[in-house]
């Protein structure tokens, strides 16, 4: 909702931006030609067939028009002054442009006001000689790739009155803007990643209307300056590192019409005079830490057309003051996830011309919620009112039938649903809905007022309830999209109708399914992901998934009881396939390979029995590959080009015999970092995102979500032999190694020394000897290692990292000595006189578990924004722990916080 303003202001810019092509017939100079066309030659000439043009419309590849012979105000792009004929205007966005340019070369366009090069793949720092263009007034370099920092020369320009350079890498503080440019009514910063304060001087651009700031990495407080830029109309510091109160020199800035500071970290109340913005239209502040009250005031501006401020702390009881229905206009109200307590107030139906209503997580405190609050707002379409803490059951069929009849996406998750009252129900069908999420509402049946759904539905979510019995079977004509996930269905009924289905993404996860898998799923066509894992079903897979095979992107099938061998004629266009933690057989099918999109593949923990994939390397998106566990044998004395691969997992396999030396060098994935921006966080997409069980030292831990930068390679619990490859060191991505209960020998390569991002290497019991490289004492992120049950002998390395490992890590050695071993083992062994053997091993244990999910973690705050850590730790899930540890949970509490 929020990205919507950061749109419009690349919007607002690229329609700036468009000239006139309003060409008059004049001359142009030659001399003004020449420089033209020797700046062209600085550009490979784009061919209309270049992708850039192929995959976007929009693009068009102006400098083809740029001929000698043709009078060069004619040219693409280019403007001449009437009667000079001197050239004004050049215009180069979107022309598939890429690079680097000196721009020192349109010097000789003295006239030269207007400059675009907006949308192409410019590279490279903008040049000192930015400052001979001293005469423009309009410079446009925005979404193409420049970096570094801002040239102190571009003071010079200080005619400049539009400056965009937003969606770049650029770098560094921004003064040497603010400082100099009085001029400028339009400056786009945004999606760089300047840093520092936004400096004092921001005051001096006293004719500014337009300022975008957000998505840098700027801190501190907003300025008091910013109080004499009162011609201010759209204001822009969306997810920055700000902090302080709410800026109350923003109070003066009455133009101020579009106002975002949501993802920062701003704290204190909001004015109560925040109607002093008098003609605001957007107002974004969530994602801060506001408190007490949100003002009334709010409701008083009579523009005000979109409000979010969920995401904060505020609290206290909603108020709206007296807002009448006439003067409000507001559509968007987003007030979810703060600590509003109390009734939902009745005033909120004098919104009126509401469309969308967040009031997710507002504490009710156990008391009844009115749906009939909401029948006056007849335009409410989008109602999210999720966890409410009433202890009230709310009437679904009440609800849409007789409160909230045009609504259209509704979230009642969290709150206690009865599905089963049907006498309040008249009996009208339902025309909007097209979203309904019940997750977590305590439901028993299946919500069958759906039969009355007019058109398709979009989604329906209704996982974590206890439903029971069977799936209706007049579900897969009408919805796309169902999460039928932690319930105690235990069957499908086979669909009533013949008409097609419409079911393209089906989680039936962790459910009470038994049998064999229906075959009327094979008639689900339209199937894209289906989810089964966790349920008891049994029986092979069936064949006719094959006739699913042209959609379908993700079969889930892990955790059942599944029997037989893995179908040949289901792959057509699989992204994920998990089929772990069931009884397989056979081999894997060679049919595989037609699956040119796999990505994830996992059959960890079956019977198949077959000898190593190499044909898996003609699959070149693949990714994740898991073995674990399984019957698989021979020997993987190859070279193997994983171009993609991030997480191969064959442990516990019977693989035998030497890995070539030159086993590694062909992982490009993870032997460099993928420059790549890439907007998805996790394996998987939209609906869909992979989770696996990775295995350290015979205790499980699930990523529910997996990281795209998460690497790991486990050899272990094999009978692999020899030198450990040194290609090893080329994975230089490399952050989970487990090589351990092998029968490897030898030295360990000191090229491991290279693998710098390194969190966990185990390469226990084997038959090692030499010593511990030194090298791997300056490996700053190895947290967890273990060398114990070799024949290493000599000088223990004496890097912090060592100096922090349990003494266990050592153990069973020939002749491991120095200063950190001994510091290690003096910390223990006392301990070790003093307790009971059992649970000190326990205890260290778990400790060596914990220090491993601490490395699985730990990398993440300094690559990835803050929060991902939260996510982590969200989604590791904590039964796991206790499963495995019983009662001792004191430790993990303390880990996890750190
Ligand atoms: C920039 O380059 C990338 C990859 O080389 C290409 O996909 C993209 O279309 C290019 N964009 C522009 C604006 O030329
Ligand atoms: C003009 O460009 C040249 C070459 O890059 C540079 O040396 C010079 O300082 C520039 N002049 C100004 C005023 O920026
Ligand atoms: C151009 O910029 C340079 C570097 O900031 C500065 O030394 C020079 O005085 C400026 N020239 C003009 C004409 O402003
Ligand atoms: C720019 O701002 C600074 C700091 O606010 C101030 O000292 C300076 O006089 C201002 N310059 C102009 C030209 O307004
Ligand atoms: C901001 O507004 C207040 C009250 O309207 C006024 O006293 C003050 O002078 C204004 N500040 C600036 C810098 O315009
Ligand atoms: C609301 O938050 C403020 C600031 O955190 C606090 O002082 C106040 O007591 C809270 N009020 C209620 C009703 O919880
Ligand atoms: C939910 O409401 C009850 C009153 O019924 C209250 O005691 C409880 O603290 C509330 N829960 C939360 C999380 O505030
Ligand atoms: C399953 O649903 C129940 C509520 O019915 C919930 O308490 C539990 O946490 C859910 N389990 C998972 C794994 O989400
Ligand atoms: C799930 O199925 C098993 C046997 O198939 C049964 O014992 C159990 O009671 C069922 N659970 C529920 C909640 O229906």
């Given amino acids: 909702m ?205 004719l500014l209307t337009i300022l975008g700031l957000s998505n840098n990495n700027f801190d501190g407080e907003i300025p008091s300056s910013f109080a004499s830029l009162n011609r201010l109309n759209t204001l822009m510091f969306r997810d920055n590192n700000l902090s302080g109160k709410f800026p109350t020199a923003l109070l003066n800035l009455t133009k101020l019409s579009i106002l975002g500071i949501s993802y920062n970290h701003f704290t204190g109340t909001l004015p109560a005079n925040i109607n002093s913005l008098s003609n605001l239209l957007y107002f974004d502040a969530s994602v801060n830490s506001f408190s007490g009250t949100l003002p009334a005031a709010f409701f008083a501006i009579s523009s005000l057309r979109y409000l979010d401020m969920s995401n904060n702390q505020l609290n206290g009881t909603l108020e709206f003051g007296n807002v009448s229905s006439s003067s409000n206009n507001l559509v968007s109200l987003f007030l979810g996830n703060n600590n509003f307590r109390g009734p939902i107030p009745v005033s909120i139906s004098k919104l009126a011309n509401l469309v969308i209503l967040n009031i997710s997580n507002y504490n009710v405190q156990g008391g009844p919620v009115d749906f009939s609050i909401f029948s006056p707002i007849k335009g409410l379409t989008q109602l999210y009112i999720s966890h409410l803490n009433t202890t009230t059951t709310i009437d679904l069929n009440a609800v849409l039938s007789l409160h909230l009849k045009s609504i259209s996406i509704l979230d009642l998750s969290g709150n206690h649903v009865s599905t089963t009252n049907k006498s309040s129900v008249a009996n009208q069908p339902l025309q909007r809905l097209s979203s309904l999420s019940l997750s977590d509402c305590g439901i028993t049946e299946f919500p069958d007022i759906l039969t009355r ?233 939209g609906y869909y995102h992979d989770s696996m069980v990775l295995m350290n030292k015979g205790v499980a831990m699930e990523l529910v979500r997996i990281l795209k930068i998460y690497t790991a390679v486990d050899f272990s619990g094999n009978k692999l032999e020899g030198e450990i490859p040194n290609s090893i060191g080329l994975l230089k991505e490399l952050r989970v190694l487990n090589l351990s209960s092998n029968a490897f020998s030898r030295r360990i390569p000191p090229s491991l020394g290279d693998l710098k991002a390194l969190e966990s290497l185990d390469v226990s019991r084997n038959k090692l000897s030499g010593g511990i490289p030194q090298e791997l004492g300056s490996l700053s992120y190895l947290s967890h290692m273990n060398f114990s049950h070799n024949h290493l002998a000599g000088l223990v390395p004496g890097g912090t990292q060592f100096r922090t490992q349990g003494c266990s890590s050592f153990d069973d050695n020939d002749g491991l000595f120095g200063p950190a071993l001994d510091e290690v083992c003096r910390r223990t062994n006392p301990e070790r006189d003093e307790t009971p053997l059992e649970p000190e091993r326990e205890g260290e244990h778990e400790e060596e578990v914990l220090s491993w999910v601490a490395a699985g973690v730990g990398f993440v705050p300094g690559i990835i924004f803050g929060f991902t850590i939260g996510c982590m730790l969200i989604s590791y899930r904590p039964e796991w722990f206790v499963n495995i540890f019983g009662p001792s949970r004191r430790r993990r509490a303390s880990t996890t916080a750190r």
Wanted: aromatic share 8%; with cysteine; proline share 4%.
């Fill in 453 to 685: 759904l007019e058109n398709r539905m979009t989604e329906l979510h209704i996982p974590n309830n206890k439903i029971k019995g069977q799936v209706p079977g007049w579900l897969w004509t009408l919805i796309r999209y169902v999460n039928l996930s932690n319930n105690t269905f235990n069957g499908f009924e086979t669909p009533t109708t013949k008409s097609p289905s419409s079911v393209t993404y089906l989680f039936a996860s962790d459910n009470n399914f038994t049998g064999e898998i229906p075959s009327f799923i094979c008639t689900l066509d339209s199937l894209d992901t289906l989810d089964l894992s966790n349920n008891n079903f049994n029986g092979p897979i069936p064949r006719c998934i094959g006739n699913l095979k042209s959609n379908l992107s993700r079969l889930i099938l892990r955790q059942n009881r599944l029997s037989g061998s893995l179908p040949e004629n289901i792959y057509g266009n699989l992204i994920s396939l998990d089929v772990g933690n069931n009884q397989l057989v056979g081999k894997l099918p060679r049919s595989l390979i037609h699956s040119s999109t796999l990505e994830v593949l996992n059959v960890e923990s079956n019977m198949i029995n077959d000898s190593f994939p190499f044909w898996l390397t003609s699959l070149q998106n693949l990714q994740i590959l898991v073995l674990r566990s399984n019957a698989f044998h021979g020997s993987i004395q190859q070279q193997t080009r994983f171009a993609k691969l991030r997480i191969m997992d064959i442990s516990r396999n019977n693989f035998s015999g030497t890995l070539p030396s030159v086993f590694f060098s062909s992982w490009t994935a993870m032997s460099t970092l993928d420059e790549e921006q890439d907007e998805e966080m996790y394996m998987g997409s």
């Fill in 2 to 206: 929020s990205r919507l303003m950061l749109i419009t202001l690349s919007f607002l810019f690229s329609h700036i931006s468009n000239f006139g092509d309003t060409h008059a017939k004049q001359l142009c100079r030659p001399k003004q030609r020449d420089v033209l066309l020797e700046f062209k030659d600085e550009f490979e000439t784009p061919n209309s067939h270049d992708s850039c043009f192929v995959n976007n419309l929009n693009r068009h590849p102006r400098m083809k028009s740029w001929m000698y012979n043709k009078d060069c105000c004619d040219w693409d792009g280019i403007k001449c002054d009437l009667k000079s004929g001197e050239v004004i205007e050049l215009d180069l966005s979107f022309s598939c442009l890429h690079g680097h340019t000196s721009l020192f070369k349109l010097k000789n366009l003295p006239s030269l006001n207007s400059l675009s090069l907006s949308h192409n793949n410019l590279s490279g720092e903008v040049l000192f000689s930015i400052g001979n263009l001293s005469h423009l007034t309009f410079l446009d370099l925005s979404n193409n790739l420049f970096s570094g920092g801002i040239p102190l020369s571009i003071g010079n320009l200080s005619h400049l009155a539009s400056l965009d350079l937003s969606d770049n890498y650029f770098s560094g503080e921004i003064s040497s803007l603010t400082e100099n440019l009085p001029h400028l009514t339009t400056l786009g910063l945004s999606n760089n990643h300047f840093g520092g304060k936004i400096p004092f001087s921001v005051g001096n651009l006293s």
